[in-house]
């Protein structure tokens, strides 16, 4: 099964490592697909910024594994508040 494209931006991407996703209820493989990198995850949110600046819609946030989100993607949330 070959690994299934996110999307930065409108764009499909692919990142680094792979990840299987599991049916929920018998774990049986249904799908793969690759792990963004940080570049790729700093890009989404740019273009999710870029898109709340010309829409006013509000931008969805998750944290990252520390609790938190890069110094570099609070910087870009705040500009588009």
């Known amino acids: 099964m070959e690994p299934r494209a ?3 931006a409108g764009r499909p991407a692919h990142g680094e490592g792979e990840l ?3 049916h929920p209820y018998d774990g ?5 697909t690759t792990l963004a990198t ?3 995850v700093e890009a989404a949110v ?3 910024a870029a898109a709340r ?5 509000p931008i969805a946030t ?4 520390d609790g938190g989100v890069s110094a570099a993607t609070a910087r870009t949330m705040a500009a588009a508040s």
Not at 28 to 32: I, M, N
Not at 53 to 57: I, L
Not at 62 to 65: L, Q, R, T
């Open 6 to 8: 996110f999307f930065v």
């Open 20 to 22: 299987t996703v599991t």
């Open 28 to 32: 049986r493989p249904v799908g793969r």
């Open 38 to 40: 940080p570049d790729q």
């Open 46 to 48: 740019a273009a999710a």
């Open 53 to 57: 600046k010309s829409t006013g819609e």
């Open 62 to 65: 998750c944290p990252g594994a």
